[in-house]
């Protein structure tokens, strides 16, 4: 089964799907259902709705969740299966099935849970009413009881399933990002699933999607798709020019917004034929859809190389804020609304964020994407700590704590890629700090790590990849990696 490339081709599939259900599978299943009320009078209802569950499944919801990009098979197209169905968790000691759990296929991060409910399943009502809930108000129903309001059977049991999935799933480090429960006909999706069955916040209704009838799906073809995609799910980062914008969001979708850079390391030889370093770098705006994909905007933009002389810094930086500024400005007069970028601090904070965007990306070798926040470049002016004595490997080294045995007094990509030399405000020459910043990740110290970019073995500098003498008091990062209980700078901000 080719890609679904966008909610157009969703719609195709979908009607095709229920083309085949209506016409060739379900007489096949009304013709099992009067066989079984035939030869098994007593328990017709437990015996067929077992059944016609498991047709649903097969004949109904295997295909939608296809159609957008949820697959169960491998071939070269598509890679690694994304779905997998009766996923084992542990629910408060108890082993447990999900009836499918859609999967990052390289990490095996949990990204949807999806709960099906036999066709003849009832929607939610609350039991203090025990009115016909309308079509409208099953989301703030919904909400209601996460709430602390009573739902009628079987919804008591179901919700309480669906949260002890989640709980169970979320157990790994990492919530799905989405919960759909469905009959095959109509559907409940459920946007913020750490929210509406994790955290203590009030859950909102408005992050919680019902769609009656396959009617509705049609009708609603495109925010189903938005909202249920695989990528979109993801939050796989793609990339947009600034026309392209209001395409993809509506000034009330976007949810974050943060500065960031593309950064290019050179190893570039000079005419000594020494090899040195070169660091391009061009701004882009990162946004994040409240249906939860991140986008990068900014394809060849103009890029700036980080210069060689410390004096030519903050002409550098400024062309850098300027270019940055200029490109926020053109997405909000798009959009038609102000953007106010996050900063790092908090996205980091943010672990559902966190782990759809990192710190830093290699999207190629040698090739970076930064999320820097509210800042525009992964360097500052001027260190947070005026004065240090350890920018200058000598004076370190007369504190017997200098790094290595000499200065590091040309730019240079081997032994380590040091852009930053000895004595200039950029550089570290303080072996303590050299040490902890080469630190690898682990499973056994990630939780005192804090949220890093790298995986298990990468080292705990998140710069590392292409910068590894940077003072952490000039460097964007500064904020989150102090925060980590392993890691103390030997110098106090005042």
Request: net charge positive.
């Given at each position: 089964m080719r890609r679904t490339r966008n909610a157009d081709d969703f719609l195709l599939e979908f009607r095709r799907l229920r083309s085949n259900y209506v016409n060739r599978y379900k007489p096949l299943v009304d013709r099992v259902r009067r066989e079984f009320a035939e030869r098994n009078r007593g328990t017709v209802s437990q015996l067929t709705d077992e059944l016609l569950e498991a047709h649903s499944r097969t004949y109904v919801v295997n295909s939608f969740l296809a159609a957008l990009n949820w697959r169960l098979d491998t071939n070269p197209e598509t890679g690694l299966p994304n779905l997998i169905p009766e996923a084992q968790v542990e629910v408060q000691g108890v082993r447990r099935f999900l009836d499918y759990l859609g999967l990052e296929s390289a990490t095996k991060r949990p990204l949807m849970v999806v709960e099906t409910k036999r066709p003849s399943a009832p929607v939610p009502k609350l039991k203090a009413s025990g009115r016909s809930t309308g079509v409208g108000d099953i989301p703030s129903t919904l909400a209601r009881a996460l709430s602390g309001e009573t739902l009628l059977k079987p919804w008591v049991e179901w919700l309480e399933d669906v949260r002890g999935y989640v709980q169970g799933v979320a157990a790994g480090r990492h919530a799905p990002q989405r919960v759909l429960v469905t009959n095959g006909d109509w559907l409940i999706v459920f946007l913020n699933p750490s929210g509406a069955f994790i955290a203590p916040n009030v859950p909102s209704a408005t992050d919680i999607l019902f769609f009656p009838n396959p009617e509705d799906i049609e009708k609603r073809s495109g925010e189903l798709f938005l909202a249920l995609e695989h990528e979109r799910v993801l939050g796989e980062s793609r990339d947009l020019t600034v026309g392209e914008v209001p395409f993809h969001f509506g000034p009330e979708s976007i949810e974050r917004a943060m500065h960031g850079l593309r950064?290019?390391?050179?190893?570039?030889?000079?005419?000594?034929?020494?090899?040195?370093?070169?660091?391009?770098?061009?701004?882009?705006?990162?946004?994040?859809?409240?249906?939860?994909?991140?986008?990068?905007?900014?394809?060849?933009?103009?890029?700036?190389?980080?210069?060689?002389?410390?004096?030519?810094?903050?002409?550098?930086?400024?062309?850098?804020?300027?270019?940055?500024?200029?490109?926020?400005?053109?997405?909000?007069?798009?959009?038609?609304?102000?953007?106010?970028?996050?900063?790092?601090?908090?996205?980091?904070?943010?672990a559902d964020s966190f782990s759809m965007i990192r710190g830093v990306l290699e999207v190629a070798p040698d090739q970076f994407v930064l999320a820097t926040g509210a800042d525009t470049h992964f360097v500052h002016g001027e260190p947070s700590v005026p004065n240090c004595p350890f920018h200058d490997w000598r004076r370190a080294h007369g504190e017997g704590c200098a790094g290595g045995g000499a200065p590091i007094s040309i730019r240079q990509v081997l032994p380590q890629r040091a852009f930053f030399r000895s004595e200039e405000a950029h550089h570290c020459a303080h072996r303590d700090v050299a040490s902890a910043k080469a630190s690898f990740i682990s499973a056994e110290n990630r939780d005192r790590c804090g949220p890093r970019s790298g995986a298990d073995g990468a080292a705990f500098c998140e710069v590392w990849k292409f910068e590894t003498h940077l003072c952490c008091r000039t460097c964007a990062y500064e904020e989150v990696c102090t925060k980590a209980t392993v890691f103390k700078l030997p110098c106090q901000r005042p």
């Open positions: 950064v290019r390391y050179i190893e570039q030889p000079n005419v000594h034929g020494q090899y040195g370093p070169v660091i391009r770098v061009a701004p882009i705006m990162l946004l994040k859809s409240r249906f939860g994909g991140w986008v990068r905007i900014g394809i060849n933009p103009t890029d700036f190389v980080l210069p060689e002389r410390p004096s030519d810094l903050p002409a550098h930086l400024d062309e850098v804020r300027n270019a940055a500024g200029q490109l926020r400005t053109g997405i909000a007069q798009r959009l038609g609304r102000n953007l106010e970028p996050q900063g790092l601090r908090e996205h980091y904070g943010n």
